[in-house]
């Protein structure tokens, strides 16, 4: 991310943004199909991340994504618990 603070710690919506920048920027998952893609780019549409072929690894990265790149920091628990893109954003939103 270049020179953008991390999200107020209630805003869902850019939450969600961001949880999806990081799905995007993930190295163990490359995420090709258009209709995955096209959900994943629409704010009201969400994607559980075992349909985005997130394994372990896949959801390591995205924990260390976000806390290097968001400052966010995010536990492999908490993406199990919230298993898709806008369930994780509402969480770290509500967790404030």
Do not use: K, Y
């Amino acid at each position: 991310m270049d020179d953008q603070p991390a999200p107020a710690p209630r805003d869902a919506a850019r939450l969600r943004a961001l949880v999806a920048d990081a799905v995007r920027a993930n190295p163990v998952v490359t995420v090709s199909d258009a209709a995955l893609l096209a959900r994943l780019a629409d704010p009201s549409a969400d994607c559980s991340f075992d349909d985005l072929g997130f394994d372990s690894l896949a959801r390591m990265e995205l924990c260390i994504w976000m806390q290097v790149e968001a400052g966010l920091e995010v536990t492999e628990a908490e993406v199990l618990d919230h298993a898709s893109v806008r369930r994780l954003a509402a969480h770290l939103a509500a967790r404030g």
